[in-house]
């Protein structure tokens, strides 16, 4: 192999390790609304699934929930909703002997708007999740924690 060669894959190898090296540890989540699902099976049939956004198509309040991967810190939680979605965000320990909320905000309106559901503390091997509760048409298009 020619020195030329072995010179450029040195600084090819080189930068590729430089441009690792410097890629900033992101926290930010994120998870379109439809990565939830129904807490009760009999509701299987009112939640319309697509593009990324649930939209509850029964005439009657349906309960939802999405599971928020996360590991132990303090963790901020928004959700975009619409049509009167009110959601909450909580916590669990793992033994299931603590518990915390934080919520309900609601999404009122015909326009997808951003709430904020504030700050929870989750602990080793905790659970965090948002709950929310769909009126007739409201719809869930993303849930966000840092």
């Known amino acids: 192999m ?19 090296a410097v890629i900033p540890c992101v926290s930010a989540r994120q998870v379109g609304g439809a990565g939830g699902k129904h807490i009760f099976p009999s509701d299987a049939s009112c939640f319309l699934y697509q593009n990324g956004i649930v939209t509850n198509q029964c005439g009657t309040t349906k309960a939802y929930e999405v599971q928020l991967p996360a590991e132990t810190g303090n963790w901020t939680i928004n959700f975009i909703g619409k049509g009167g979605v009110a959601c909450s965000a909580n916590v669990n320990d793992a033994f299931g002997t603590g518990f915390s909320t934080s919520g309900p905000q609601t999404a009122s309106g015909s326009v997808f708007v951003n709430k904020g559901l504030g700050t929870l503390s989750l602990t080793s091997q905790g659970l965090l999740w948002l709950r929310c509760d769909f009126p007739a048409n409201a719809a869930l298009s993303e849930v966000n924690w840092n």
């Open 2 to 20: 020619s020195s030329m060669i072995k010179k450029s894959l040195l600084t090819l190898a080189a930068a590729s390790a430089l441009s690792i």
